[in-house]
């Protein structure tokens, strides 16, 4: 069944997908979410004067917005599409023609790991735009085969926040530190790290309404998807940034996958929190215009 739009439509009909609420007298936001039934949970995305609303279906994941809809006078939601890669190079990428029998990104993120020749691969294939952290494995220059990462097309942003279309992304280099590799830090420098990005959030809160849409990260959280040996254990910095600052997606690497069985997708809050070796295609509804 088709989703309702528009103020005279009856948001009761609508099964799963998108509705809007029109602010009135006779019609509020409070008499409308009643009016659905009790068995679906609704999240609302807010703007100004209107609500773009995502219906969801008991034992439901989250189904985002897949289309632009106008939200409110010169305001739209869009979803973008990413392509996050790590640590490993996937033939199922690294070809032309398996690119070919792919849909093209709107962005790639790659959380670390990854060869200078396989980035600038996908960045000039693709021709989108690339945003990327290091791994513990990386190196920094003069060693050898560093200098690629500063011509492969990415934009490093290893303890750094950006918006980039409309959305609101911040990344952190490296795993805990266990020997003296480059990009590896301890719990405490790592937490230094984190809260100087603070000031960062809470502007961002205070400007768009939210402080982070995605975290991306080389290590996982410490006990979400982490290892217990000390080159893979996660970080405390990243669990307390998820929890208090609730980006949509905390997308990291390192941890590399072997059984399908193993849990790479964990829902903390708000959040998902998601191993992307060796790749993951996903979506993000934000904002058109910021």
């Known amino acids: 069944m088709s989703p309702t739009k528009g103020r005279g439509a009856d948001p009761r009909v609508a099964l799963r997908g998108e509705t809007e609420w029109v602010p009135s007298a006779e019609h509020t936001l409070e008499e409308w979410r009643k009016s659905l039934p009790q068995e679906r949970e609704t999240v609302a995305l807010?703007?100004?004067g209107r609500y773009a609303v995502t219906l969801l279906l008991p034992n439901s994941t989250l189904s985002r917005i897949t289309t632009r809809n106008p939200v409110s006078d010169g305001q739209f939601f869009r979803t973008l599409k990413i392509l996050a890669v790590a640590d490993e190079v996937d033939t199922r990428l690294y070809g032309n023609r398996a690119l070919?029998?792919?849909t093209t990104p709107d962005l790639i993120l790659g959380a670390g790991d990854l060869p200078a020749y396989y980035l600038d691969y996908l960045v000039s294939k693709l021709d989108v735009p690339l945003y990327a952290i290091h791994g513990n494995h990386d190196a920094k220059a003069?060693?050898?085969g560093?200098?690629?990462y500063e011509s492969c097309g990415a934009k490093w942003i290893g303890r750094r926040g950006v918006r980039v279309g409309g959305l609101l992304l911040a990344g952190f280099d490296g795993s805990l530190r266990y020997n003296d590799g480059a990009y590896q830090y301890s719990q405490?420098?790592?937490f230094a790290a984190a809260?100087?990005?603070v000031p960062w959030?809470?502007?961002n809160k205070a400007r768009y309404g939210r402080y982070l849409d995605v975290l991306l990260t080389h290590a996982p959280p410490r006990g979400i998807h982490d290892q217990p040996d000390l080159c893979h254990r996660g970080f405390d910095a990243f669990n307390w940034l998820v929890r208090r600052f609730q980006p949509s997606y905390h997308l990291h690497g390192h941890i590399h996958l072997y059984d399908r069985r193993a849990e790479s997708v964990t829902r903390v809050g708000a959040t998902d929190v998601m191993n992307v070796y060796p790749f993951r295609e996903l979506t993000l509804t934000v904002p058109d215009r910021l």
């Open 46 to 48: 807010k703007s100004t």
């Open 146 to 148: 560093s200098a690629g």
């Open 188 to 190: 405490a420098e790592m």
């Open 142 to 144: 003069p060693i050898e």
């Open 201 to 203: 959030l809470l502007l």
């Open 100 to 102: 070919r029998a792919r």
């Open 195 to 197: 809260r100087s990005m």
